[in-house]
């Protein structure tokens, strides 16, 4: 019967979905609730739920996927990213993003096998071969040998974009400044180095210490302050937080270690010793100072990691950012500003990829602003030189006519700019390093620099085409972080037996089910959610 087999398969996709442990399913009041209103219905079994209805619902779930991915009408992003599951196995994820939607396509279990430049280009290349809608390129992790990769794989296919993860990049660039520096050359935020780890330090206390992390919390109700945030290296921007969680708790932290009962509440002698280093770092007369300087100096970078986690942000917002983070810095003592200046221009050398120089020339906002003359000129010939496709050639004529195209179109959009016409207002607003203000801006009806372009067949055609990939190309890796935590979900310490295929399945379903439709933020599970204090 049609609908009992229905229900069955609508019961097992809450399963998947929700990532219960599937032994619930016998569980005998669900038994007895489904015997009372449908007596007819036949419930699956455990063992229907990890092996035939498992393999029908991915199948079906699959063959859907399938059809987006086919779309020749949509351009995907390949993001991939690894990480260490439950097991402390080593997982690298695929998935195809675009600004509409997000696909887990695959993931890889290396095994014995390292994470050398031959084996990205061949994990990669096998994923882009089996996504028959066209592909923008791929946005990767930072390391030295996923950018031989991007190297290895521009030669073989030429009209495809690789890059970087901007959102790794700024984490990397946080890590810079907050690492200690050599013996021999000293930096100039070394004493911010050691400082970090002891806040690190008080945040891992209170979180430890069930009646001191209890006590704390009352007093942060009290005055509606929030609990103190544990930075944590898995979560983009958490230190920033764990800065500003403990200024805004600094009075309550301050009264609270220098209570008469503080230290002679403990008997042990490591403990005692302790609460001192606590009371010591808590109690300085730089305490507060040093906390407001970290927060302005992370709060820009962390303000950008923010922002571009979202998968429709263009990719002619990240040149502009590394143009605009700098001028953040401004105010502060020269070798400061050169410092922070350095270890920018260090980190773009790095991630800077095609897609961000020709979407910044291409964006009517931007239009190369900023740019020196010779790499404004680079790039000019960098487009005009694009070829039809990753076999064929260019030829003069295609050269001509894309530089015919690329000139109109400058002096069309210089005109719209400088006239300040309806179409230019309705693209969206600049960056703005208030993020908040920035989204709210962002909310308001605009017309995005992709669609702008969608519309310009007629007038530039050949231009079209390259803008349209361009302005596809996903900036951040963010889609398998948040695959990560589907990963986590599902192969929990309880799940450790689940072999790597039925994963792998369980994984696809929970991420696919919809067709990659993104979730609202009211919507989002709580793995987006930073990091509190006394959270596991």
Known sequence: MQENRDVRKYLALHYYVSASPFQRVEEQHLRKAFQICRADVQLPSRKDLAGPLLDVVYEEIKLETDKILSDKTKEFTVTTDAWSNVCN????????????CTLFVSAVFPNQKRHTTENLVEWLDNVIKTIPANTSGATTDNTAANKAMWRTLQKKYPTKFFQGC????LNLLVKDIFRSSSDEVKGPFDDLVGFAEDCREIVKYFRNHQVEKYELENRQAAQKVKRLVTPATTRWGTILGCFETLLSSENILHAYVMERSYLSDSSDAKQKMKREAIRNTISKPTFVSQLKRCIEILKPMCSLITYFQADDIPVSDVFYAFIELPKQ??????????????RIQERWRFISGDAHEVGYLLDPRYLGEGMGESQKQEVENMVTSFPPDDVTETTDQRRITLFQELSD??????????????????LPPRFDFDVKKHLELRKQPH???????????????????????VFQVVVSSSACERSFSNFGFIHTELRNKLDKERVKKLVFIRANWNGGQRRNAEDEDDEDVIVELGEN
């Open 166 to 169: 901007v959102c790794h990049c």
């Open 89 to 100: 196995q080593s997982v690298i994820d695929f998935v195809a993003v675009n600004p509409q």
């Open 409 to 426: 179109f400058q002096v069309y959009a210089e005109s719209e700019k400088k006239n300040k016409t309806l179409q230019y207002k309705m």
């Open 329 to 342: 810095y401004q105010s502060l003592p020269l070798n400061e500003k050169t410092f922070i200046e350095e």
């Open 447 to 469: 017309v995005t620099v992709l669609s702008f372009w969608q519309r310009k067949e007629k007038r530039w055609p050949l231009l079209q085409s390259l803008a349209i990939r």
